[in-house]
């Protein structure tokens, strides 16, 4: 790569441009400097490991691109000399091709597999509006199309020789291949291939919107033909390219290929590979099996059993009748081998992947994979003991911990260009491809160290208040604690809990029962999925709390609350950077991980959070006394559940706070959002324990307000939290892939 060559490039052509014609401009040149690692890439000939998922949140891309490629900085000055501000390119939205973790936890895994070399390959959907754009209306969500290509794609490259036609039960669609660029760190790429359903109407609806209304049989048969249609593009492809370099002698197949499949959304692939061969390439059943569990591989994301994908059998055949032919086959051949191991009836139902009327997609996966690994080591540990024991017994070489990252050029360097250069400053910026090096801080640790943190952070926090005023029409504190809870809207995640306790200090200082209160505000940015009542219903009860809370003039001044509107990728840079403290409140035992808390304790907030997913892993490393740690753990959980959710309202402030979703405090404007909540914490026995957690939660939230005084102290324990974030990079991550799973061996560019 040549930086000059790209930069006179981009001098000759940046002038006169608005924000659209400069993003594509800046991305042809990148584009055309970089055809000839794309090339490589294509036609490597290596073992590849293929990561199959139905999101890649990959953000705003531009800006990442110009960072990785090392010359950020140089087109910033080159731009400013020609009179363009930089920021300006803040107009291009992002791609609408994720929701949370999962698809956030798929960019970061190309963007280290890229800098690495490592010949990953993704393939997903090429969305036209992806998940929706979200806007608040009197503080309900309002879902509306996303038309992010509106701005263009030129990082993608539309390759219609590569078409392949997908049936399915009662039609087709073409699946034209959209290959976007990777860039990794210092030039290296590696290739997401994104399919597009073309054809009538019914085939152009596969890939208009990620994660469609599902509370139908029409939309349930259009997620089923989603999943199968990229995964039978991606099996395809590969199939074919092997068949033409080995014929169909598919025993060389395991050491060319292997599939990653990231959660159950992809596992309709391992049925597609099987049809396939047998039905096409004339392979015998058994043998087609046999090849299968030697190439595909399953992550497991969550021990939530409605995530856990399950499709009524009627339906699954009327959407994808030879794969459901398969599936049964399938359950069939995995009775007898069971049998023959000695397992009882009742252990057989358990991993059956037809159980009655339903096909069971993680059961299917873990019976043919020959790797499922778990996101965090308390998960695989769960994932291991409990969901899926019985094969743990059998197979127990079968299953690894591989707990995620994130990468560190996007989430420092990107996200927090004072802190990423304050550090590189102290150690160098080896940080960039060896996040461990950040254990290196740790000989800086001085109150210099600590007044410099608060003023990166303090500045930071300008930034973001001046953004939150432009986009949400709300002016907040800089000077205050940002207090940051930003993730997918789910019950587990308890951003209900979050809510309550804001209710309680709000009549506490109402009161005045509360007097020692550092003013703080509170951050919020989540989507809740168009059909779940429930989670919209939580998203209308924290706008009524932030607008009763925001108006008064007796306590505004201490307390402010922000819902941010379209929470994504590029808000979330903002946040991260920003946030004081980062709120991990899940019910132990129920986030598999939380990659956003990486983010946030590599970016210096300390963490308000219990003792699950990998945040336990980072309280291991950046010590308990550095962050703020309440609730039940894991094993107290059973035993919590006995306890009437009444037993828990001896607090007059609580008792008052779950009052006021029924006593008309608030209005859910006759929707009966507000009763619906009330039910699940009292009369339908509070699944997620907010309110055996809650006292305990209030506690801990009010110790890290109290210290928070003292500036020196608590950017200490924010310091040491940066120090201790090394472990957390997706680089390590995918490396642990490749070595314990994929067993690649070679790496684009450096054979």
């Given at each position: 790569m040549d930086k000059n060559e790209i930069l006179q490039k981009i001098r000759s052509t940046c002038k006169g441009k608005d924000a659209v014609a400069l993003y594509q401009e800046l991305a042809g040149v990148i584009q055309d400097t970089f055809t000839e690692e794309r090339t490589a890439a294509e036609k490597y000939e290596g073992?590849?490991?293929?990561?199959?998922?139905?999101?890649?949140?990959?953000?705003?891309?531009?800006?990442?691109?110009?960072?990785?490629?090392?010359?950020?900085?140089?087109?910033?000055?080159?731009?400013?000399?020609?009179?363009?501000?930089?920021?300006?390119?803040?107009?291009?939205?992002?791609?609408?091709?994720?929701?949370?973790?999962?698809?956030?936890?798929?960019?970061?895994?190309?963007?280290?597999?890229?800098?690495?070399?490592?010949?990953?390959?993704?393939?997903?959907?090429?969305?036209?509006?992806?998940?929706?754009?979200?806007?608040?209306?009197?503080?309900?969500?309002?879902?509306?199309?996303?038309d992010w290509q509106r701005f263009g794609d030129p990082f993608s490259v539309r390759r219609e020789d590569k078409a392949r036609k997908i049936v399915f039960g009662g039609g087709e669609a073409l699946a034209v291949p959209y290959d976007m660029t990777i860039f990794g760190y210092g030039g290296k790429v590696c290739l997401l291939r994104l399919w597009q359903a073309e054809g009538n109407h019914e085939a152009q609806k596969i890939s208009e919107y990620l994660y469609p209304d599902d509370s139908t049989d029409e939309g349930r048969i259009l997620r089923l033909r989603q999943e199968y249609f990229f995964s039978a593009a991606a099996i395809g492809e590969a199939v074919d390219c092997y068949t033409a370099r080995y014929g169909n002698n598919f025993k060389r197949f395991p050491d060319c290929y292997v599939f990653q499949l990231n959660d159950t959304h992809p596992v309709a692939a391992i049925l597609e590979f099987i049809r396939l061969l047998t039905e096409e390439y004339d392979q015998s059943f058994s043998a087609a099996c046999a090849i299968a569990r030697k190439c595909f591989a399953y992550t497991n994301h969550t021990v939530m059993p409605e995530a856990l994908e399950r499709w009524y059998v009627p339906l699954f055949y009327k959407a994808l009748p030879a794969l459901g032919a398969i599936a049964d086959k399938l359950d069939r051949v995995l009775q007898r081998e069971y049998r023959k191991k000695g397992l009882t009836t009742e252990e057989i139902d358990k991993v059956r992947i037809r159980q009655g009327n339903m096909f069971h997609m993680a059961n299917l996966a873990v019976y043919m994979c020959f790797s499922v690994n778990g996101v965090a080591k308390i998960h695989t540990d769960i994932i291991k003991n409990k969901l899926f024991d019985v094969t743990n017994r059998l197979c127990p070489q079968k299953f690894v911990n591989i707990t995620n990252g994130i990468t560190q050029r996007r989430w420092l360097g990107l996200a927090n260009p004072d802190l990423a250069a304050w550090i590189t400053e102290k150690i160098g910026d080896g940080w960039r491809t060896d996040l461990d090096r950040l254990s290196a801080l740790r000989e800086y640790a001085s109150p210099e160290a600590y007044r410099r943190l608060n003023e990166i952070k303090a500045a930071n926090k300008k930034k973001l208040a001046a953004f939150i005023l432009a986009k949400e029409g709300v002016a907040v504190d800089p000077e205050s604690i940002f207090d940051v809870q930003i993730k997918r809207l789910h019950e587990y995640k308890r951003q209900l809990m979050n809510a309550l306790s804001i209710l309680t200090i709000y009549y506490r200082l109402k009161d005045k029962s509360l007097m020692d209160f550092t003013p703080t505000t509170f951050l919020f940015g989540a989507k809740a999925a168009g059909s779940y009542f429930r989670a919209k219903a939580i998203i209308k009860f924290i706008h009524e709390i932030a607008a009763r809370i925001n108006a008064d003039p007796e306590v505004n001044h201490l307390i402010r609350v922000v819902f941010v509107t379209d929470y994504n990728v590029s808000y979330a840079e903002k946040l991260v950077a920003a946030a004081d403290i980062s709120e991990q409140i899940s019910l132990a035992g129920t986030e598999a991980s939380g990659t956003g808390n990486m983010k946030l304790a590599l970016n210096g907030a300390v963490t308000l959070g219990t003792m699950d997913g990998a945040t336990i892993e980072i309280i291991e490393r950046a010590g308990q006394e550095n962050n703020y740690i309440f609730g039940l753990k894991a094993s107290d959980v059973d035993k919590a559940r006995g306890i009437p959710p009444v037993a828990h309202l001896a607090d007059p402030y609580i008792a008052r706070a779950i009052a006021s979703l029924w006593d008309g405090s608030f209005s859910d404007g006759g929707t009966g959002y507000f009763k619906n909540i009330y039910d699940a914490l009292i009369s339908e026995g509070d699944r997620y324990l907010v309110l055996s957690d809650l006292e305990d939660y209030i506690r801990a939230k009010l110790l890290s307000n109290r210290e928070y005084k003292d500036r020196e102290s608590f950017a200490r324990k924010a310091f040491m939290n940066i120090a201790s974030a090394g472990y957390f990079s997706s680089d390590r991550s995918v490396k642990e892939y490749d070595e314990r799973i994929w067993h690649t061996k070679s790496y684009i560019g450096q054979n």
């Open positions: 073992k590849r490991a293929i990561y199959l998922s139905c999101e890649f949140l990959v953000g705003r891309t531009i800006l990442n691109n110009l960072l990785n490629l090392g010359i950020l900085d140089e087109v910033r000055t080159l731009l400013a000399e020609n009179g363009i501000d930089i920021n300006m390119l803040e107009e291009i939205e992002d791609c609408a091709l994720g929701n949370g973790g999962l698809g956030r936890l798929a960019a970061c895994y190309l963007d280290s597999a890229a800098t690495l070399g490592i010949p990953l390959y993704g393939n997903g959907i090429r969305y036209r509006y992806g998940l929706f754009k979200q806007e608040f209306v009197d503080g309900f969500q309002k879902e509306l199309p996303d």
